[in-house]
């Protein structure tokens, strides 16, 4: 898993409010939450046969849809902006032999190792222990707790991608880039600082329904994160998401044993974890804090649009 996010092929911001305004993208969001709404019911009493074969199930179709998008995609959706050839005569510089030291020297690359970290440590503590707490906390069934769970999911889903059309809207509403990224993470913040209500709720409609709130705020963290992600660099973006995937499923790999270590000795003493859990987003907030408002030099790479300016001599006076 700390390997995966290296093969993530990202998009620009531009592109990505493009999609998101085409009808297709639309259609496909209602079929979605159709699909979404409809499996739990439809698919229940096959649940230890789809758990027993899903994955591999799943790899089969992401092979299928591999072959798709290989014979979908362009050569100019792949093409990178253009740089100047280098001098053969010059030795390459440090930072043209290794880009990746260049981006880490960055300050916005600190915040976003703070930003990843903070908005998976909240996604993925409710996802590993969310089931254990409806049932040992709060005594409900397996049954109950599955189709609880197939909600909080659809929740989730519902939250992100009303992330990207939120940020999209207060784009064209005159707010700066960052600015409605910006508001929407914050949104989301406070929607998983809920988590420290729910942490003292009894068993009820109002305990389920503030989760799925968390679910929508957990969950719409991601979109605002993956934007920023792509400020740093153009040509490297497989690198820089890769280096962060790392760099969160390592904490998440520190936090989860502690977690079960605290419950196991405190006899399933859900409150202070689940309290602090839908906090750390707030780390990320305080990071954005810092991200100033100049582009880094790393996006600052000339494009054919931009071409290099020609050098300027001064006129040589010739005399007779």
């Not at 109002?206 to 799925?212: K, M, P, Q, S, T």
């Not at 605290?262 to 689940?274: A, E, H, Q, R």
Request: hydrophobic residues 50%; glycine residues 8%; positive net charge.
């Amino acid at each position: 898993m700390s390997v995966r996010p290296a093969g993530d092929f990202k998009t620009t911001f531009a592109t990505d409010m493009a999609l998101l305004d085409t009808l297709f993208f639309r259609v496909g969001f209602g079929l979605l939450l159709v699909g979404l709404l409809l499996a739990p019911h439809l698919l229940g009493r096959y649940l230890f046969l789809l758990n027993t074969i899903g994955v591999f199930a799943i790899g089969a179709i992401g092979s299928v849809w591999v072959l798709f998008w290989l014979s979908s995609v362009r050569s100019s959706d792949l093409a990178l902006p253009t740089v100047p050839p280098a001098d053969p005569l010059q030795p390459a510089t440090w930072s043209e032999r290794w880009p990746m030291l260049e981006i880490v020297r960055q300050r916005r690359f600190w915040i976003l190792v703070v930003l990843v970290i903070a908005v998976n440590l909240t996604w993925h503590f409710f996802r590993v222990w969310l089931p254990k707490f409806l049932q040992q906390r709060h005594g409900y069934t397996e049954k109950e707790m599955l189709m609880f769970t197939s909600a909080y999911y659809f929740a989730a889903d519902v939250g992100s991608l009303t992330a990207g059309f939120v940020s999209l809207y207060l784009a064209r509403r005159g707010l700066s880039v960052f600015r409605a990224r910006f508001l929407v993470y914050l949104a989301c913040t406070l929607l998983t600082s809920l988590s420290v209500a729910v942490a003292f709720l009894d068993r009820g409609p109002v305990l389920l329904a503030l989760l799925l709130v968390i679910a929508m705020g957990a969950l719409g963290l991601y979109p605002p994160y993956y934007s920023f992600s792509q400020d740093l660099t153009v040509r490297h973006q497989g690198k820089v998401s890769g280096t962060l995937g790392f760099s969160t499923w390592v904490a998440s790999a520190l936090m989860q044993p502690l977690v079960g270590k605290w419950l196991d000795y405190s006899g399933k003493n859900y409150t202070p974890v689940v309290a602090v859990a839908g906090l750390f987003p707030l780390f990320g907030l305080a990071a954005l804090l810092f991200w100033g408002r100049k582009t880094p030099a790393a996006q600052a790479t000339p494009t054919p649009t931009s071409p290099m300016p020609e050098p300027v001599t001064a006129p040589v006076e010739v005399k007779a």
